[in-house]
């Protein structure tokens, strides 16, 4: 994206092969470069009604599937969209919010990585998906996440559960902290990974469920606040030859397809990521409400 920019306004910063294919890919999408000495990308939204997206995390199905869900309203409504992809990184994601602020945009739609929010944006029409930017007075679509731990204890503790593990990624980011702190209010015993994209999600969760199988004092049942952490959980569990439910029960807050595949299927609470990619998207055309919560449900199967 930032080459795109340089080759439409400082044209002398750009190799002259590279330069030539963005300003014919611009003239072929209708954009014109400014003068020099101007800084913006004008795009003319009469023409070509584009709508800005940032996701976190394409490894993440969870991610991938809001997408998803926004391209297809907007190729309904023959919207481009124009993606930026933050990878859980601050830094990225100011740079492709600075990017953005060169185009004119219908509207933005950002899944927050959860650092302050420091630039100010032009788009005037803003959801987050997700996560909130917890500084602004952004529209949001949100899940409900009390809701979908207390879904996970609570099932858990019908089957006769009392030692229950939570495994949470890094309390920085809003849909962590929200789920680590409701776990904590039913006394789970609670473990905060330091990470927050999804291989490294993955790598220490292998790590955590290591540790936590090697105790004499194991828990009996382990709730995970993701899919990258899920997965990890379950490698680890694998390696080791704990069988579900047998000897170790499991809840995913997240219902990726691979839940199915397992030998023992994950019972997972579904975080219906199209659901929440359509309400953001449908947010963008109204000025109320404010916040809508999603509400998630739970898929029972023979991990637990």
């Known amino acids: 994206m930032a080459t795109v920019s340089r080759a439409l306004t400082r ?24 003068p020099k000495g101007k800084s913006k990308v004008t795009v003319p939204v009469d023409e070509n009604k584009c709508l800005g997206v940032i996701v976190a995390d394409l490894n993440n199905p969870f991610s991938a599937g809001v997408l998803n ?44 990585v959860g650092a302050p929010l420091t630039i100010n944006l032009n788009c005037r029409n803003v959801v987050t998906v997700d996560r909130p930017w917890e500084d602004k007075d952004y529209k949001c ?16 503790r019908a089957r006769g559960h ?3 593990a939570f495994l949470s990624g890094k309390s ?5 902290r929200e789920r680590l702190n409701a776990a904590k209010s039913y006394g789970l015993e609670c473990f905060e990974l330091d990470a927050l994209e999804y291989s490294e999600l993955y790598n220490q969760a292998i790590m955590r469920a290591d540790i936590l199988l090697k105790r004499s004092d194991r828990p009996s049942a382990i709730i995970t606040a993701n899919n990258a952490i899920t997965s990890g959980v ?24 691979w839940c199915r595949f397992f030998p023992a299927p994950i019972t997972a609470v ?18 109320e409400p404010r916040i809508q919560l999603i509400e998630p449900s739970l898929e029972i199967r023979s991990s637990s």
Not at 25 to 34: D, H, M, V
Not at 172 to 176: A, D, G, P, V, W
Request: glycine residues 4%; hydrophobic residues 45%.
């Open 234 to 257: 379950v490698y680890a569990l694998t390696q080791r030859n704990v069988q579900m439910p047998q000897d170790m029960a499991l809840v995913s807050i997240g219902d990726p397809d």
């Open 162 to 164: 009392e030692r229950i």
């Open 270 to 287: 579904k975080t219906p990521d199209m659901e929440l990619g359509y309400c953001a998207y449908d947010m963008l055309k109204k000025s």
């Open 141 to 156: 679509a949100l899940l409900d996440n009390a809701q979908a731990v207390a879904i996970a204890y609570e099932h858990l």
């Open 69 to 112: 869900a926004i391209s297809q309203r907007a190729h309904e409504d023959g919207v481009r969209i124009i993606l930026g992809v933050s990878n859980e990184s601050a830094v990225v994601e100011r740079q492709l919010l600075t990017d953005f602020n060169q185009c004119d945009l219908l509207g933005l739609i950002a899944m927050p």
């Open 11 to 34: 044209p002398e910063m750009v190799a002259a092969n590279t330069r030539e294919r963005v300003l014919a890919k611009a003239r072929a999408l209708g954009l014109k470069p400014e």
């Open 172 to 176: 920085s980011l809003y849909t962590f």
